[in-house]
């Protein structure tokens, strides 16, 4: 009988140890706007995991610091070839650690982005958080919070939308209201949103917001593409 719900309700590891410790034969899938992530267990040994175009520990690690998707976990009878050696506590406790430096490095780097955010004179305010409403940088003293949470909505539903129609990764959404500009940005396990005043030239705005998106999800990224504008 499978096992369905809510990451909101339990966390990944969680779900891992309960079935490691049962020793456990099954497949947990989370549902993800890019995808689904997948970790396959095999008496209670952690196997083979893939996400996102990761296999192995890597992917592992990356299904580890999701905190939104609805997960099945069920049995299987077949399994993948073994990708993964390590035993399933070395695996989560290094999963962890990652977790936890990952998230101190993006605090550092989203304190850092917010000095360079508020010298650029177009930007008029700031908000940097994580998917779990932590916030990181701001300049804003009220509404933070719910400037996060719109973010993360428009973010989640937003890939949603996008993954369906076929058109790749959705990088940005844009409202358009009287004279002000905001932006809200997926950035992987990180949301940001930008509020600007509309200004003539805005080729220096998209390359700022561009450099918070690269900076904000450690790695390369195309220059922005995909997006949606709200006009009000």
């Known amino acids: 009988m499978a096992l369905v719900g809510d990451l909101k309700e339990i966390s990944i590891a969680t779900l891992l140890q309960l079935n490691c410790v049962e ?10 706007p890019i995808g689904p ?23 592992i690690y990356r299904i580890l ?22 035993s399933w506590q070395s695996l989560l406790l290094e999963g962890m650690r990652v977790l936890d430096e990952t998230e101190k490095g993006r ?3 989203a304190q850092s982005i917010g000095s360079d955010v508020e010298n650029a004179p177009e930007v008029k305010s700031y908000v940097i958080a994580s998917k779990r409403g932590d916030i990181f ?6 509404d933070a ?22 058109l790749g990764e959705l990088d940005f959404a844009r409202l358009v209201f009287g004279n ?26 998209y390359a700022l917001i561009d450099d918070i998106r690269k900076k904000l999800r450690y790695f390369e990224l195309t220059p922005l593409q995909q997006g949606v504008e709200i006009v009000g």
Do not use: H
């Not at 610091?65 to 299987?76: H, K, Y």
């Not at 996060?148 to 993954?163: H, I, M, N, R």
């Open 23 to 32: 020793r456990n034969t099954a497949q947990l899938t989370v549902s993800t």
């Open 37 to 59: 992530a997948i970790i396959y267990l095999d008496k209670g040994e952690i196997v083979d995991a893939c996400y996102a175009g990761l296999r192995g520990e890597e992917a």
């Open 65 to 86: 610091r999701l905190s939104q998707g609805e997960f099945r976990v069920a049995e299987i009878e077949e399994l993948p070839d073994r990708t993964i050696s390590a």
């Open 107 to 109: 605090s550092k780097i």
């Open 137 to 142: 940088a701001t300049n804003r003293d009220q």
């Open 145 to 166: 919070d719910k400037l996060a949470a719109a973010a993360t909505l428009l973010a989640w539903k937003g890939q949603e939308v996008s993954s369906r129609l076929g």
């Open 180 to 205: 002000s500009l905001t932006f809200f940005l997926d950035c992987g396990d990180l949301v940001a949103v930008i509020m600007a005043r509309k200004a003539a030239m805005l080729d220096p705005l």
